[in-house]
């Protein structure tokens, strides 16, 4: 259902939502639903706005809102990273609502753990770390054209939690990144575990969706986003877009704040 969009946005935003269990490990309320229209239905996250923990450094908004948010940024890019997602009310509420991914359990991993003399061919490093008994690791993750795509929104979201359990490999080939919730700040909180690409030139592929990208935050996109963002927030995801487009590279981590999140899977 993730890969037919049209399809499942229709059943996200006008299907009968049914919750089944909560996820417990979340750090807001997460509830594990289905939603089904006209016989067919779907499995599905949906977070109520009422199940938020209030975050001192996003005071505007709603983390619901700003999932939305970049889904329609996402989507806008033409590559399939984010599953379809919507706000609508739900049983506790005003929410969002996205499409279930189930992990698929056979595909090669995107992150490891290797010698730190390394990284192996086919992997980028991230960082080294201690691993416990005074032994160090070198974190690396996947060089896959998949996951510098996602680099790259991220960068545009200014997405303060890309960590490894919110990198998701489907059965339909794809990768799909999940938790946006605490996106589109104003000011740099760029957290990610995708840094194995810093410094290096964007791919031509990259340099010409942030093209069209740009001209989309001025235009129908920019008008969607203002639904659930401020506008020093769409002014602040503008900047960050041309600022990819003027120096045509992937960044690197701040020395201002952490670059990495945590817990980091």
């Given amino acids: ?54 975050l001192w450094d996003f005071p505007d908004g709603t983390l619901a809102g700003r999932e939305a948010a970049a889904y329609e940024l996402a989507a806008a890019t033409g590559w399939p990273l984010i599953p379809p997602t919507v706000l609508r009310d739900g049983p506790f509420g005003p929410g969002m609502v996205q499409i279930w991914v189930e992990p698929d359990q056979q595909a090669a991993p995107l992150l490891a753990l290797q010698d730190p003399s390394g990284p192996e061919p086919g992997w980028l490093p991230v960082v080294e770390a201690e691993v ?28 303060a939690d890309r960590k490894g359990g919110h990198l998701l490999p489907a059965a339909d080939g794809r990768i799909y990144g999940i938790d946006h919730g605490v996106t589109f700040a104003t000011t740099g909180k760029l957290r990610t575990l995708l840094w194995g690409w810093a410094e290096q030139p964007l791919t031509e592929e990259a340099v010409e969706m942030l093209g069209r990208l740009a001209a989309e935050l001025d235009g129908a996109l920019g008008a969607r986003l203002a639904q659930h963002l401020t506008a020093a927030e769409l002014t602040a995801a503008r900047e960050r877009t041309a600022e990819l487009l003027r120096s045509r590279r992937h960044p690197v981590p701040s020395e201002e704040w952490p670059s990495i999140p945590w817990p980091p899977v």
């Fill in 1 to 54: 259902m993730a890969a037919d969009v049209p399809a499942a946005l229709e059943l996200l935003r006008s299907g009968e939502l049914t919750v089944h269990g909560q996820l417990t490990d979340a750090s807001n309320a997460v509830l594990y639903c289905s939603s089904t229209l006209n016989g067919v239905s779907a499995l599905c996250v949906y977070k109520p706005v009422r199940g938020e923990r209030p």
């Fill in 132 to 159: 416990g008994e005074g032994r160090r690791a070198l974190l690396v993750h996947a060089d896959d054209e998949r996951l510098r795509r996602l680099a790259v929104v991220d960068v545009v979201l200014n997405n």
